[in-house]
């Protein structure tokens, strides 16, 4: 029999790191298992094109992060361990094709002149919505970092605030009708309907009218906001706090298997034969779809399985990752040229609405593509060689092509340089030349790197009304505790779902310490206890 850890932890996704952390602070020796060779999960970052140039291979922005109680309130001390952010200025540049463009700064006063430039009763509407969401986000934030049933629901909380009326029928609505309302030249609303879209859901659908505003404020409240060498950073220092309280994560353990014994979930089994025991609680980050095959079926309770057979995957990215001679730049007023760490690509307003008649129909659509373009080394040079950058442009593009998703290995190179032809149309930063190497990732890439990324769905499933907050993962099993006695579940598979929010991991954390006999709380409030050495890791 192995030695047993306190809590044994499947997969390192932040968080399951966020997740073992708060149980570290709390006492409890945490050992962490990933199958990849680098923590993290979809928030880390590696040398994907070139020796020095590190990549965030997929979430960049720490936006949403930013308004979780962890970082707000402080309650993990992750300065400590090296945690830092850069707020850039420039937040988003957003060019057209009629050569005028629309710049989102750190400064609400220069971005509404922005706004301005094509009509000023935009701008105003522009600062009325991020007044208006300011004075209700705190509801949408405690509703979030909340586990369900530990607290009112969000529609609750509205029926008690001044406003509340107003926002169970913008919440109701789609983003779409939110911005199409709300402003009337079509410059201006191609960009809100872009930044609608940055939790890659399309703004057409029903329950998307808060995107109209909460994705905006975000950024216009904290940037685009980054951690300094790349988003591994955060991961790296939640490592460290659970190191320096005894606990330890390994990477090359894939795990395969639940071990059950006497109707309860006692530890795990690896791809290699090593086993690993928990003393107290296992916690899972894996994807539901794959969990649910990692124990005989009889023991999942009945109402689980059937609303994991119903989960759905939701709207995919296609992802071109560039190592760069120089950073990319679009000339603005008397020829001056910007490099801001993010550029925004919409062509039209109801070029927005027909990407989710794409991923109905299963189109590789690379007519006028919607792009994302990130280059974090505009803000944090460490993350290349001195002068060098780096870039990654994302689309949208379905993950089931009519005839498979394996299609995509025959094709993607194609959509890439479509991508690129694209961009190109915009900036003059970006020729041949200037290009060192890439790296190309379709939707089946996405998920052929990580697991967790189940049918291309970096947010682990579509965030629609159908699996959002109760109905996340299942219909009855939203407060993170699973079938299976023993066995907790958190990441993107559970409320409050995917980007890098920490939400997920924070509410996880909660519910299990309050069945361990302690609260959240409680683990914030003790001191920082630093063990002599990380803990033997018990190895069958």
Known sequence: ???????????????????????????YRCLVLEGRSVLGGNCCTEELTLPGFRHDSCGTAHVLLQDSPMLRNDELGLADYGLEYIHPEIVCHMPFLDGSWLTQYHDI?????EFAKFSKKDAEAYRRMIEDYERVKPLFDAAAYTPVGFGKPVNERLAEHPDGKKWLRRSAQSAWEIIRDNFKDDHCRSFMLWMAFQTVTPPEWPMTGRLAYSLVQGRQRWSWCVPKGGSGAFTDCLVRLIEAHGGAAMTGRKVERLIVEGGRCTGVECADGTAYRAGKAVL????????IDMAPRQLWADDFVEGVGTYQGGPTLFVTHYALDGPMTFEVDGGRSIAPIAASILSAPTRALRMGY????????????????????VADPSQAPPGKHILKVLGTQPYDLKDGPQQWDAIKDRVADANLAFLRRFTKSLA?????????????DLERRNPHNWRGSCHGGAQNAAQAAALRPAPGWAQHRMPIPGLYQTGATTHPGGSISG?????AAAVMLKDLGGSLEAAVSRGTFVAAKPAAVPAK
């Open 1 to 27: 029999m192995s030695e047993r850890f306190d809590i044994v932890v499947a997969g390192a996704g932040h968080n399951s790191l966020v997740a073992a952390a708060y149980l570290s602070k709390a006492g």
């Open 432 to 444: 041949d030349g200037r290009i060192l190497a890439r790296v190309v990732e379709s939707p089946l």
């Open 503 to 507: 939400g997920p991991g924070r509410n």
């Open 358 to 377: 794409d991923f109905a129909c299963g189109v590789a659509n690379t007519d006028e593509p919607v792009l994302l373009a990130v280059q974090p080394t």
């Open 109 to 113: 006063d220069r971005t509404c002149a």
């Open 284 to 291: 899972s980050t894996i994807h539901v779809k794959h969990l």
